[in-house]
């Protein structure tokens, strides 16, 4: 059987994930990196360069603060001097004084300083090239200028001579102050534009890192990508020649009942009509097979798609394996049958059901060569079957019952030609045939040629049936020259056998020569009386006294043949009982049936066939009688046991129980035997007693 | 494994009218040739089978069609209502393929086609329960 199909993931998906996505974590861990590296320096350095321009712009503040430091103190000394209101001049001084020297001092050790705009800010110490020179020897020349001016403010007034010492000091020093603040201003700017040059740098190499790693993962992409694709390509072309070139039609069934994307190019050539992607596939169907056969190939593909029955073991219930299908015959020269196969098999993705893979193939010629091979088998076995039966039966016997036997089938087939005016000749003809037929395949049993027996069973099987409808039209008897002719090919082929091994075994040892009459009857006797006795599970034993046997006439050796048939098949169907029963009846196991013919009389003959079985039981006929509804109960109570024993001759009756086999219960035999000892003017009588013995006595003139 | 023999683990019931049949199964059940599998009742027909399934609780059934009184799909409808988990092999004669699939529509799991050889029936009771053969 077939294992359901799985859908093989594409070669590179099949690695791990981690080693798939490599290049895009560490491509994107780097652009992450770059960022945050330039986001930090430009943070750190945005804030340094903030810090640069508040310096900057405190020390341009530092040098006009000088110069106002001198004009204020001036305007103090021409204030006092002419006796003119001081205050204003003075408060402005202080002011000036206190801003530049805390200006001054957060310079060299940095700290907090009122801002241009009043509010407070932050100034760092200044370092070393970058104004820090400026600054000390700045404090060297304004911390003695301070000190002269804080002489000079006292609590109430002025000091003149302080006064007059600072504007002194202030006039001499006024410009060195003023250049050394201004030193300050340049020295701190060039720190600041060099930061600022180096905030564009750290941007621009940040920015370019990044762009160089966007770059490189859209390349490696694109690369990938193309890879990919290539992948898709190739599989897509091979996928493509698949179906091109394979023999049989694939296609995907999707759980909608149409037709996938894709099929092979070998379907609309076996299905011998268009096929495309998406027509319903029942509807494909439904052309080529029965409603009742597509009922249940959709209820198969919903199985299978269900998924909860085992694929494996519902193979046998698929209805499109072997389906026999009508199509226009590829010459055009009308239709011709084809066979196909549909396997239909699970496809799953991710553990569940996507589609079925349906698989059809033209089986035609299999079938139709396993079909030739079966027959040939059929007709070597019958062949051989028919030569060995007929090797095992004397010639001069076989070439007899042919001879008769085809004479009898051309007697009936005479009969069968005859043209009926109704119903009740119709019964009588059957009635005739099945006694004719029923007696050919008693002798053919007795001969051992089993095919033909077989073949007369089959054809009493269907007389039986007509003989028990209680009309018969003339279509009924339309089936009754089809088993004649069977009979008759059959005949003449065992004809041709018989004939070629004649020619041979004269070619061989010379003409054969016949054997005794009575001692061949014992032996097919004894034959039939196994073969049966075989069937029935019981052991019988022939007796046969048959030595007077040839001393007969033709006719009567005839006739007396068939009624010893038909009395030792009775016997050993009816008479003779299983070993058990007779265990239990003191019996030996061994049934035993004497058929003997000796002289009585002048020129007269008794025949004898005995059983030592059950004996005739009247109850039982009686109750066959009733059950085959040709007689009441009150009629059959009224007959004595005698006539009750003597409605075995009756044709019809049986009391075999169940279907009929070939080798009873067909209600035909005594009434033959009655029939054809009449025909001799011979005397039957019977004598039995039940559970000891069964014997019909036959006297004839010889 | 501890070591441990486990045997007979799962209950089996065999639904056929035909004792001939059900003698058949029985036997190649004792072929070991279908391990850890011990039969706990057969029944001649549908109605039996509902009985004897509630009273022996099979894991597994191996189930006829045709049947008198009560037929096998019937049957196998009442067998998943009263044990849902219960798995059931569909034996029959392959006449009619539409009745086999009506039976797997009604909760069967699988189907082997009568006449079927030892092998074939040991290697559907070994799927049935998901072995490998």
């Known amino acids: ?702 | 494994m501890s070591g441990a023999i486990v045997k007979n683990d799962m209950k089996l019931m065999i639904v056929d009218d035909s004792n001939i049949i059900r003698g058949r199964i029985a036997r190649v059940v004792e072929t070991g040739k279908i391990p850890d599998v011990s039969v706990v009742g057969m029944a001649r027909n549908g109605s039996e089978a509902l009985r004897l399934c509630q009273e022996r609780q099979p894991d597994l059934v191996t189930m006829d069609l045709t049947m008198p009184e009560m037929d096998g799909i019937v049957c196998t409808e009442g067998l998943v209502q009263i044990k849902p988990d219960v798995r059931i092999l569909v034996v029959s004669a392959l006449r009619d393929k539409a009745t086999a699939l009506e039976a797997l529509q009604k909760g069967a799991l699988g189907f082997v086609c009568k006449p079927f050889t030892d092998d074939q029936l040991a290697g559907a009771l070994n799927e049935l329960m998901e072995r490998q053969t």
């Open chain 1, 1 to 702: 059987m077939k294992k359901e199909k799985r859908s093989s993931p594409d070669a590179p998906a099949a690695r791990g994930g981690w080693s798939r996505y490599r290049t895009i974590v560490i491509s994107v861990g780097l652009f992450l990196v770059f960022d945050l590296g330039v986001l930090i320096l430009n943070f750190t350095l945005s804030s340094q360069i903030e810090a640069d321009a508040v310096a900057v712009n405190l020390a341009g503040r530092q040098r006009m603060l000088s110069q106002r430091t001198v004009k204020t103190l001036l305007l103090t000394q021409d204030a006092w001097r002419n006796e003119l209101d001081t205050k204003p001049p003075l408060e402005e001084l202080k002011l000036t004084v206190l801003l530049f020297d805390s200006t001054l001092h957060a310079f060299d050790r940095g700290g907090q300083v009122t801002g241009a705009d009043g509010k407070p800010a932050m100034l760092a110490a200044a370092q070393p090239g970058s104004g820090r020179e400026a600054v000390t020897q700045g404090l060297a020349l304004w911390v003695p200028y301070k000190q002269l001016i804080d002489t000079a403010i006292l609590e109430d007034g002025l000091d003149g001579v302080a006064l007059g010492q600072a504007v002194d000091y202030g006039r001499a020093n006024n410009l060195a102050l003023l250049k050394l603040m201004n030193d300050l201003t340049v020295a701190l700017e060039k720190g600041a534009a060099a930061r600022a040059e180096d905030l564009r740098l750290i941007q621009v190499g940040g920015i370019s890192l990044a762009l160089i790693n966007f770059v490189i993962i859209l390349f490696h992409f694109i690369r990938k990508l193309g890879e990919s694709d290539r992948h898709i390509e190739a599989a897509r072309r091979e996928t493509v020649e698949i179906l091109d070139t394979v023999n049989e039609g694939l296609f995907l069934l999707g759980p909608d009942g149409r037709i996938g994307g894709q099929l092979s190019a070998s379907l609309p050539r076996i299905l011998r009509r268009a096929v495309k992607p998406g027509d319903d596939f029942f509807a494909l169907l439904k052309d080529m097979v029965s409603e009742s056969t597509l009922r249940t190939a959709r209820g198969y593909v919903e199985l299978l798609f269900a998924g909860r029955v085992k694929e494996n073991l519902v193979g046998d219930l698929n209805p499109l394996n072997r389906l026999e299908i009508q199509v226009e015959s590829a010459t055009g020269s009308g239709r011709e049958t084809r066979y196909l196969d549909f396997q239909i098999n699970r496809v799953l993705a991710d553990g569940m059901i996507s589609h079925l893979l349906v698989t059809v193939s033209d089986i035609t010629d299999m079938v139709q060569l396993q079909e030739a091979l079966e027959a040939a088998k059929h007709r070597a076995g019958s062949e051989v079957g028919l030569l060995m039966s007929a090797l095992s039966v004397h010639p001069a016997e076989l070439a007899g019952f042919l001879h008769k036997t085809e004479a009898e089938l051309l007697r009936i087939n005479e009969q069968l030609k005859q043209k009926h005016a109704g119903p009740v000749q119709h019964q009588q003809t059957v009635q005739g045939v099945f006694r004719s037929i029923h007696a050919i395949k008693g002798e053919a049993a007795a001969l051992g040629l089993e095919s033909v027996e077989l073949l007369a069973h089959d054809f009493e099987q269907t007389l039986s049936t007509l003989r028990e409808r209680n009309s018969i039209a003339g279509d009924d008897m339309l089936s009754l020259p089809v088993h004649l002719n069977r009979l008759f090919e059959h005949l003449s082929l065992m004809k041709g056998i018989v004939d070629r091994v004649a020619g041979l075994q004269g070619a061989m040892v010379g003409a054969g020569q016949p054997g005794d009459a009575g001692e061949s009857l014992a032996r097919d006797l004894q034959k039939l009386a196994d073969r049966i006795a075989q069937v029935q599970q019981k052991h019988v034993r022939v007796e046969a006294e048959l030595g007077e046997f040839a001393r007969l006439p033709e006719a009567a050796r005839s006739v007396l043949k068939d009624v010893a048939i038909q009395l030792v098949r009775n016997a050993v169907y009816h008479g003779i009982e299983p070993p058990n029963d007779r265990v239990h009846a003191a019996k030996p196991e061994h049934g035993s049936i004497r058929v003997a013919l000796h002289p009585s009389g002048t020129g007269m003959f008794e025949f004898i066939v005995r059983d030592d079985g059950r004996g005739l039981q009247p109850q039982r006929i009686r109750e066959a009688l009733i059950a085959s509804g040709r007689y009441r109960l009150e009629d059959v109570s009224a007959l004595d046991e005698r006539t009750v024993v003597m409605k075995i001759f009756e044709p019809g009756f049986s009391t075999a129980s169940g279907d009929a086999d070939r080798d009873a219960g067909r209600g035909v035999g005594l009434d033959v035997v009655k029939e054809r000892l009449a025909g001799l003017r011979a005397q039957l009588k019977v004598a039995t007693q039940p559970g000891r013995f069964t014997e019909f006595r036959i006297q004839l003139a010889a």
